[in-house]
């Protein structure tokens, strides 16, 4: 290896490295921020139990502050998205995803800020939203914000956005590996060296940075022995089946409560505020709606906190409330809802079991835990990594072996019924279809006016046919474009056509207008798709008005598919 | 004229410096310079009156006399509304103190009357954090555990706090104090829930039922006590097999007294105690005056050698040694020896001193159901 070779590899790694350090930090240090503040928030207004029961002696001001201030927040966050965030919505980890998988502009650092601080008030008010959903798009906020220095990396917007990401999970779970895998399973879609080293370096950092400095309690401390009968495995796959017709549920109430808001509800800004107020009062009767609930996930695990009629009860308000609170248009996840409405349907089938099936069963711990991974990791679409988290923050085997059952039965099923994640139905929606691989989608994601030629021969609709055959014996070509006066295209003269033609027939008598043509929107995919069964030499690409912009010859279309592919393997199978 | 009047003058000079003398004496024969001081007896109250009230006796010639006091601020409260001072300084739990100095029921301590570490550090700096309110003075750790005596469980020992609600393993009636504090927490953190969501949980109305529900399990099991030298006596006694209490007292009967009793530190409670002076005291400066002696590191580290609950001064945490009487080393029994923490839970004062009729109510309602024991 020469030595400019050598300068370059050692360049690369440090660059590499370093990036992933500061960027790692940065989302770990923000991830730590937005927590806390969150946690400050709830505190200030009332709306954490402990913070309630300070105030006990008001009862009136805890009402108050009940009804009034998921409410408030609402219209602030409304407020927040209409005016100060161009994309009139909150970014979540779909747009993440987006920008790590396509070149083309991402949302800016104003609106992640601006989206962060929705966020941020959302949950500190208390609305049914998650914060990791929030926490995600910070960290590739920063990632995105490192992948534009010019650093000369490849594959550089992609590996920082993946850096911050597993950062932010890596901090906010206190678990580095599923940071890790998140950010590989999720965001990057496939695994290779080059992006799995830094990866690996930030969500470390991420992980450093928490425990010198973070001090909340793990998501869940369980301590749970082991699974008493192998027959029970049965039952965490049957109830990773009835999770999957849960996230689906969800999902589909996620989607009506959407439209109900854009139907009911004329003025955007006005959605949220309506949605906090249903929250207040839902949460005067059933107090559990509100917020995160890291009490109620608590409960959830401990044997005789909650009765069957409670658990259902408090089920069906927290699905609803959270549905109503993402719907509507609060700025926030939908991972830590799922987290607690998982682990409450996991109790209730827990309580519920021994009395259809009369065995011995080893308690409510490891079925609450399967519940809740086994919705989240539907939703999300995500199995490995609330594989993984199980298995960092419990250090049991028998634990993450159960959830582990449950989560791969939930995604079987919910993959064929509602596709892999609520991200993926995002990005289809926006016209980024992952559903079958990163493939499509790329190749959908790429315009095939990119690969325009100019060199056409182009002929007047008056022209004589004579003329065009020797037009396009001088230029080489089979192909002419008959246009208008106005550059709009008509039609084709191809030469096979016209070899027999009077040399006086005017050009417009003697084109072919039913043509394959290619648009300005036109993606290399679909361009592939036309092509089936396309004889001619170049396919035509016209503007929405008519007129002709250039020709994609057979040949471009081949090449577009094979570079892309190309890059995307090369990108998969890279070194560091 | 002008000879009477320096007459006079000289008269009324002497006079008026003889006035703070005459005044003082005055005030001493009155209330026989006597400070009453509400402490919580047994050993612990024994080792403060080697280590404060004697010395400072000596050192003053101001005598002083003892309540008994156990906790609460029902009496404080009593003698403010009926204008009866009884207390001048009181030894309070820390929460307790809290919630007295918002009700306006103590008088401000002026933190510069405390005497800087022996090196010259600050007492702001040598006290642990917190430690000097505007009314109060934190000035020793102590912990209440659970102990057992081993006479009761010849075979496999209790080690845990899931072991007091155990009552299949474990047979044995369970002493508990008749207060909504220490049970709570221990009731929840049977159940594992882990020690720093406790007080999370404890805020919701599903907390404190659960807690109820956890103790309705030993409902039948259960000797009450107020005071704290009790536990000691229902345990060497044989009436109760476990029992919560006092490590300091615990230590003292088995250390002292050599009963068969032992301590587990699984979810011992860190509490703290404060000196503070009841707002109604007419003798205020007195008091002042002996929590500027009693917060002096030397003394403070006496009463260590004495007892093991541990000095709010760093200053006087290195001065502790062997025990003053038996040679015992005092630092393993102390609550907050590094191999006992990391099973400890920190009393939230603020959560206490706020939930005071919230506890009181719960534990009423609790003590007046009819056992529901859970199938």
């Known amino acids: ?576 | 004229m002008k000879r009477l009047s320096a007459f006079s003058v000289v008269f009324t000079v002497a006079g008026l410096l003889s006035l703070p003398a005459s005044l003082h004496a005055q005030a001493g024969r009155d209330d026989a310079d006597v400070l009453t001081v509400a402490t919580w007896g047994g050993a612990y109250e024994e080792s403060q009156r080697r280590a404060y009230f004697e010395p400072f006796t000596e050192a003053t010639g101001i005598a002083i006399k003892t309540v008994h006091y156990d906790g609460g601020l029902r009496e404080l409260r009593e003698q403010a509304a009926n204008n009866r001072p009884e207390w001048d300084v009181i030894d309070m739990i820390q929460s307790d103190a809290s919630a007295a100095c918002q009700e306006g029921l103590l008088a401000t301590i002026d933190p510069r009357i405390l005497t800087p570490a022996p090196d010259g550090t600050p007492a702001v700096e040598d006290f642990m954090a917190d430690a000097i309110q505007p009314c109060f003075i934190t000035q020793i750790v102590f912990s209440t555990v659970i102990a057992f005596d081993n006479r009761a469980f010849p075979g496999m020992k209790p080690d845990s706090v899931e072991d007091f609600f155990d009552l299949e393993t474990f047979p044995g009636k369970r002493a508990l104090r008749k207060s909504p504090a220490g049970l709570l927490e221990w009731a929840l953190l049977s159940l594992s829930v882990p020690r720093e969501q406790l007080y999370d949980l404890l805020s919701t109305r599903r907390g404190l039922e659960l807690a109820a529900r956890r103790l309705d399990g030993i409902r039948g099991s259960i000797l009450w006590w107020t005071s704290g030298e009790e536990p000691v006596e229902l345990l060497t006694s044989g009436q109760a097999a476990m029992a919560t209490g006092y490590n300091g007292r615990f230590f003292h009967a088995r250390a002292m007294e050599g009963a068969p009793i032992s301590v587990i530190w699984d979810g011992q409670l860190i509490g703290f105690n404060s000196w503070t002076i009841a707002r109604a005291s007419k003798r205020a400066e007195l008091a002042t005056e002996f929590i500027a002696f009693a917060t002096q590191p030397a003394r403070m580290a006496a009463q260590a050698s004495l007892i093991s609950y541990g000095p709010t001064r760093k200053s006087a945490q290195q001065m502790v040694g062997l025990h003053r009487d038996t040679g015992v080393p005092m630092r393993p029994y102390m609550p907050t020896a590094p191999a006992h923490m990391g099973r400890a839970v920190i009393r939230d004062h603020r959560w206490y001193s706020q939930t005071v009729d919230l506890r009181e109510q719960w534990f009423l309602d609790w003590l007046g159901q009819v056992d529901q024991k859970p199938q």
């Open chain 1, 1 to 576: 290896m020469d030595r400019k070779g050598l300068a370059q590899i050692i360049y690369q790694i440090c660059t590499v490295t370093l990036v992933a350090i500061v960027v790692g930090a940065a989302a770990s240090l923000a991830a730590i921020g937005f927590v806390e503040s969150v946690h400050y928030l709830n505190g200030q207004l009332l709306i954490s139990p402990y913070a309630r029961v300070l105030a006990e002696g008001r009862p009136l001001l805890v009402a108050a502050a009940t009804l009034l201030v998921p409410a408030a927040g609402g219209l602030v966050v409304g407020l927040i998205v209409h005016f100060l965030i161009p994309e009139r919505r909150g970014l979540a980890p779909p747009d993440a995803i987006l920008a790590a998988q396509t070149s083309g502009p991402a949302p800016g650092f104003r609106s992640g800020l601006a989206s962060s601080f929705a966020a941020l008030v959302s949950l500190g008010s208390g609305a049914s939203v998650g914060q990791y959903g929030p926490l995600v798009y910070l960290g590739a906020m920063f990632g995105s914000l490192a992948g534009r220095l010019r650093l000369n990396l490849r594959h550089q917007r992609s590996i920082a956005i993946a850096c911050g990401v597993a950062a932010a999970i890596s901090t906010a779970f206190n678990a580095p590996i599923a940071g890790l895998v998140f950010a590989h399973e999720v965001i990057l879609r496939h695994y290779s060296l080059r992006a799995f080293a830094p990866v690996t370096v930030a969500a470390a950092t991420g992980y450093i940075v928490a425990n010198v400095i973070f001090d909340r309690p793990a998501l869940f401390l369980v301590s749970f022995d082991r699974v008493e009968h192998s027959y029970e495995f049965l039952f965490f796959a049957v109830e990773g089946v009835l999770c999957a017709g849960l996230a689906w549920a969800f999902m589909r109430l996620l989607r009506a409560s959407t439209g109900a808001a854009r139907h009911y509800i004329a003025w955007p800004w006005a959605r949220p505020a309506v949605a906090g107020l249903a929250v207040g009062l839902v949460a005067l009767w059933i107090p559990e709606v509100m917020g995160i609930g890291q009490e109620t996930l608590r409960f959830a695990t401990i044997e005789g906190a909650f009765g069957i009629g409670e658990l259902g009860l408090i089920i069906i308000a927290k699905l609803a409330v959270t549905a109503l609170c993402v719907g509507f248009g609060f700025v926030g996840g939908v991972f830590s809802p799922a987290l607690l409405i998982g682990i409450l349907f996991g109790a209730f089938y827990g309580l519920v079991l021994p009395y259809l099936i009369p065995v011995p069963h080893s308690g409510l711990v490891v079925y609450a835990i399967c519940g809740m991974m086994a919705l989240a990791s539907s939703v999300i679409g995500a199995p490995l990594t609330t594989i993984l988290i199980v298995f960092e923050l419990t250090r049991s085997y028998d634990l993450t072996i159960a959830a582990m059952v449950a989560v791969v039965f939930s995604n079987l099923i919910s993959y064929r019924v509602v596709g892999r994640s609520l991200f993926d139905l995002q990005l289809r929606a926006w016209g980024f279809d992952l559903s079958l691989g990163r493939d499509k989608a790329i190749l959908e994601n790429h315009r095939i006016r990119d690969y325009l030629s100019r060199e056409f021969t182009a002929v007047d609709e008056s022209e004589s046919v004579g003329g065009v055959r020797q037009r396009l014996v001088d230029d080489h070509r089979a192909e002419a474009m008959v246009l208008e006066e106005t550059g709009a295209l008509l039609g084709v003269i191809r030469v096979q056509g016209v070899l027999n033609s009077p040399a006086a027939m005017p050009a417009r008598d003697a084109m072919i207008t039913s043509f394959t043509t290619f648009d300005e929107d036109t993606s290399v995919w679909d361009s592939m798709d036309m092509l089936r069964g396309f004889l001619g030499e170049a396919v035509p690409l016209v503007s929405h008005s008519g007129r002709l912009l250039g020709v994609v010859p057979e040949e471009a279309v081949i090449r577009a598919y094979l570079e892309i592919v190309h890059d995307l393997r090369e990108e998969e199978n890279e070194a560091a």
